[in-house]
């Protein structure tokens, strides 16, 4: 089990799911990928942990969303000092949505929008690292960042955490996508939408969660309220689906490529 001790900055650390309905959000994933939920105290507003083994891989709100707010995962990158790159997110151009704030000695935490309007957290950790346990079905194995300038995002992006860019070659016709690293590792994507995607999507962070049988987690889905939005599809890296929790949250599901 890939199990992590600490993620270095940059890195997407932890997701969790802000929600209209919390009740059935915890339904539908727990179902989906066999969580174990720990709905904390009222003091931490019913926030939930998601767990596999003991460990912790996602959160999930335990009150519901404002209304002005969408029903969506949030990525939340790793930062050494909360403080200081929620002054470089604002030297770069992005928009601090949530300031610095102390999460009950679990970690510090901040919520940004980069320059295209793509929102993302930020964790430093304190007794909480962030996901414990990924590339495992069940758990995240990827974060991707839809927006409609790629060559800008690079820049703020980079400008902020250092990345180190790579171009992947999506073949003929296929959207611009690039990689970025830490430390040498990719560590998530980003894609370039086209006028028509951009026009409907708005720029987003999504997470992928790993699953044994792509079309068998599409099925399920189905069976338990949610819809699919790009149905099981093969890739160079693994079958594949993006599919919608019933409140509307998307998120994008993966058979891994392995080696024999």
């Known amino acids: ?112 929008t980069d320059p295209q309007g793509a929102v993302f957290g930020l964790w430093q950790a304190g007794r909480h690292i962030g996901s414990e346990l990924v590339n495992e079905p069940g758990t995240v194995c990827w974060n991707e960042l839809m927006t409609p300038d790629l060559d800008a995002t690079r820049r703020f992006y980079s400008a902020v955490f250092g990345y180190d860019w790579d171009d992947v070659d999506t073949g003929e016709g296929g959207p611009p996508y690039a990689t970025f690293a830490v430390d040498g590792r990719p560590v998530g994507g980003a894609m370039q939408l086209d006028r028509q995607q951009a026009s409907t999507t708005p720029p987003s962070w999504m997470a992928d969660f790993a699953v044994a049988d792509a079309d068998a987690t599409v099925a399920k889905a189905r069976e338990l309220g949610g819809g699919v939005s790009v149905p099981a599809t093969d890739s160079s890296y693994g079958r594949f689906a993006i599919l919608t929790d019933p409140q509307g949250g998307a998120f994008a599901v993966i058979r891994l490529n392995t080696e024999d």
């Open 1 to 112: 089990m890939p199990q992590v001790k600490s993620y270095a900055a940059g890195t997407p650390c932890w997701l969790d799911l802000m929600t209209s309905d919390p009740e059935a959000a915890r339904a539908f994933y727990g179902g989906l990928f066999g969580w174990d939920l720990e709905v904390g105290p009222p003091e931490t507003m019913s926030y939930t942990q998601a767990r596999i083994g003991g460990l912790a891989v996602a959160g999930l709100s335990g009150e519901r969303k404002p209304d002005d707010i969408p029903v969506a995962w949030t990525t939340y990158l790793a930062t050494d000092d909360v403080d200081a790159t929620v002054r470089e997110i604002a030297a770069a151009g992005g928009t601090v949505n949530i300031t610095p704030v102390d999460v009950m000695g679990q970690g510090r935490m901040a919520v940004a």
